[in-house]
């Protein structure tokens, strides 16, 4: 995959250039040469056709030679709202997410989160999160990373809930089927944003606050799904209804 990361203040200065482990990517495992031809993307959505024109033991010099906007992200702004996992299985849904075309992922605290974050090593979390999300961006083919911000309660994300046209929240027990989200589609969808539980799932309590707060309770199905099954199968139902996977794919 010839897709590399630069920030956007690189990408237009002079004399772009790959540092780092990237330069041992496209001499050792690439094999590319000056004169080849490489893509670069900014993680703001735009995409870039760049050229080698040196290629250094600790730096490959680029000529950008086109700018165009991605083809990759979804028109739909869906967040994610997710009750909090174990450290491996939310690293696989930063990673999931990311390939899904998600804006943003939440972490929520819910009731029966067994993790509970401590402040001295949150910020070593999110580092490593963001690193699954850029690795994910050259895996997918997107330009735009998702947002990733800390953690918060599940009564403030509810309270937060307001600035959403859509909301829903993905629960078993006298829950509609996902398909009546259908009845969803609009010229202008709005933000989207979906709630969806720990291992354990939501309690009863949550799911009646939520739905006292507008959101509308959606089942994904007769089987009972792991968390981490779970967040697929709803990202990949609201990309259909909402966003850009019922189209086809536009060239690049």
Not at 138 to 155: A, D, N, T, Y
Request: aromatic fraction near 6%.
């Amino acid at each position: 995959m010839r897709r590399f990361f630069l920030e956007r203040e690189e990408i237009l200065s002079e004399r772009p250039k790959l540092t780092g482990p990237d330069v041992k990517h496209v001499r050792t495992v690439l094999r590319l040469k000056p004169g080849d031809e490489l893509f670069l993307f900014d993680g703001k959505g735009s995409e870039y056709r760049a050229r080698i024109i040196e290629s250094r033991p600790k730096a490959i010099i680029l000529s950008v030679e086109q700018a165009f906007p991605s083809t990759s992200e979804s028109p739909a702004r869906i967040t994610i709202a997710q009750g909090l996992l174990r450290a491996r299985k939310m690293d696989g849904v930063v990673r999931q997410v990311t390939e899904l075309g998600i804006h943003a992922l939440i972490p929520v605290i819910a009731k029966r989160s067994v993790p509970k974050p401590k402040s001295e090593r949150w910020a070593e979390k999110e580092a490593r999160w963001k690193t699954i999300a850029w690795e994910s961006l050259k895996q997918c083919g997107r330009s735009q990373i998702p947002r990733l911000p800390s953690p918060i309660s599940f009564e403030a994300l509810v309270r937060a809930s307001e600035a959403y046209s859509h909301k829903i929240i993905f629960h078993d027990d006298d829950s509609l089927p996902a398909s009546t989200l259908l009845s969803e589609e609009a010229k202008d969808t709005g933000k989207v944003l979906a709630l969806i539980g720990p291992e354990g799932g939501f309690s009863p309590d949550e799911v009646q606050t939520a739905i006292s707060s507008g959101f509308r309770c959606a089942s994904l199905g007769p089987r009972i799904l792991k968390a981490d099954t779970a967040v697929v199968a709803a990202c990949a139902i609201l990309q259909y209804v909402f966003g850009d996977l019922r189209h086809a794919p536009k060239n690049p």
